[in-house]
């Protein structure tokens, strides 16, 4: 019997491929195709069947109904200001540098800096911005990209730059807790108790299926996160590099407890210290304060006038 069948293309799904067969013998044309019902398919691994990844899910859960619940995992914008110390080996000259700074989940924030002699960004340092006797210097970044803007106009942040920031979101508490826990392709793994900056904490670890993880370790009594913790690798040395933040000092505001005080470390070494003097969530905050235009290229020398 001659089989009528149209031409498939090699690179259509298997599952695809499968359907269409057994239709393509016995029919003809003037007759609609019987549904053929396909075999069951393999069950789909539960990557967290698993007393330990039950443990691992259990504490993480106590720590969201702790941090405030559904405020907690649902607040759209945050905002914050206090004054923060650059640090090199643990060490800084700075008296500390008042800032603003507003986040909008999942992907905007804005960095600002005023009135600072000295100005050391989130991301590094830029030295000396002067601007008609004051200092000025805004960061946003909105999605994949990040604008800079000082007293020469507003260029992008250099791609290193914006690498390491987003690789920081990618990390941070928010997305730990809105994104990688509902993923299920992420593992969940519990790893017992440690002491961490003196408190009793419990520590869980999440793994996407890049390959890619996250360590967070709570407040065995408060179930507060206490530290954030995650590695990568140089591309040009390939050496490992490890980041942390650490939280400390929470207080309540508008039914979310949410830390004043966040250490940065690299490689053990203390980068930057930040200390919130308010906060507070669901601002109406236009869509202007994160958006910019790139109007020079620092690369190129400004022109003489």
Same mark, same amino acid.
């Not at 690179?11 to 067969?21: D, E, G």
């Not at 994160?290 to 006038?305: G, I, M, N, Q, S």
């Given at each position: 019997?001659?089989?009528?069948a149209?031409?498939m293309?090699?690179?259509?799904?298997?599952?695809?491929?499968?359907?269409?067969?057994? =239709?393509?013998y016995?029919?003809?044309?003037?007759?609609?195709?019987?549904?053929?019902?396909?075999p069951?398919?393999p069950?789909?691994v539960?990557?967290?069947?698993? #007393?330990?990844a039950?443990?691992?899910r259990?504490?993480? #859960?106590?720590?969201?109904?702790?941090?405030?619940?559904?405020?907690y =995992?649902? +607040?759209?914008?945050?905002e &914050? *200001?206090?004054?923060? %110390?650059? /640090?090199?080996?643990?060490?800084?000259?700075?008296? !500390?540098?008042?800032y603003?700074? %507003?986040?909008?989940?999942?992907?905007?924030?804005r960095f600002?800096?005023?009135? *600072?002699?000295?100005? $050391? /960004?989130?991301?590094?340092?830029? !030295?000396?911005?002067?601007v008609?006797?004051?200092?000025?210097?805004?960061?946003?970044f909105?999605? #994949?990209?990040?604008?800079?803007?000082?007293y020469k106009?507003t260029?992008?942040?250099?791609?290193?730059?914006?690498?390491?920031?987003?690789?920081?979101?990618?990390?941070? =508490? &928010?997305w730990v807790?809105?994104?990688w826990?509902r993923?299920?392709?992420v593992a969940?793994?519990?790893d017992?108790?440690?002491?961490?900056?003196?408190?009793v904490?419990?520590?869980?670890t999440?793994?996407?299926?890049?390959? #890619?993880?996250?360590s967070?370790?709570?407040?065995?009594?408060?179930?507060?996160?206490?530290?954030?913790?995650y590695? @990568?690798?140089?591309?040009?040395?390939?050496?490992?590099?490890? &980041? &942390?933040?650490?939280?400390d000092?929470?207080?309540?505001?508008q039914?979310? @407890? *949410?830390?004043?005080?966040?250490?940065?470390?690299?490689?053990?070494? *203390?980068?930057?210290?930040? $200390?919130i003097a308010?906060?507070s +969530?669901?601002?109406? /905050?236009p869509?202007?304060m994160?958006?910019?235009?790139?109007? +020079?290229?620092?690369?190129?020398?400004?022109?003489?006038?």
């Open positions: 019997m001659a089989m009528k149209g031409p293309k090699l690179l259509r799904p298997l599952a695809f491929l499968l359907l269409l067969f057994p =239709l393509a016995g029919q003809k044309e003037t007759e609609p195709p019987a549904r053929v019902p396909l069951p398919g069950a789909s539960n990557l967290n069947d698993s #007393d330990n039950r443990k691992a259990a504490i993480l #859960d106590q720590t969201i109904e702790a941090m405030g619940g559904q405020p =995992l649902t +607040y759209e914008n945050r &914050e *200001t206090g004054r923060y %110390y650059p /640090l090199y080996h643990g060490r800084t000259n700075s008296t !500390g540098i008042p603003n700074y %507003y986040v909008e989940y999942p992907d905007k924030d600002e800096v005023i009135h *600072t002699k000295d100005i $050391f /960004l989130l991301e590094g340092s830029v !030295g000396n911005v002067k008609k006797g004051q200092f000025d210097l805004v960061q946003i909105n999605g #994949d990209k990040g604008y800079e803007t000082t106009g260029a992008a942040v250099e791609p290193l730059d914006l690498e390491n920031h987003l690789r920081r979101r990618r990390h941070s =508490l &928010e807790f809105r994104k826990i993923d299920p392709n969940l793994f519990s017992g108790q440690s002491v961490v900056d003196g408190k904490c419990e520590g869980v999440l793994l996407n299926s890049q390959n #890619d993880s996250v967070v370790y709570l407040d065995l009594n408060t179930h507060y996160p206490v530290k954030i913790e590695s @990568w690798r140089d591309p040009k040395d390939k050496q490992k590099n490890v &980041e &942390e933040e650490h939280y000092n929470y207080k309540l505001v039914s979310i @407890w *949410t830390p004043h005080s966040i250490t940065r470390y690299f490689n053990g070494e *203390t980068s930057q210290q930040r $200390f308010t906060a +969530y669901n601002q109406k /905050l869509d202007s994160f958006e910019a235009a790139v109007t +020079y290229d620092p690369k190129v020398p400004l022109k003489k006038r």
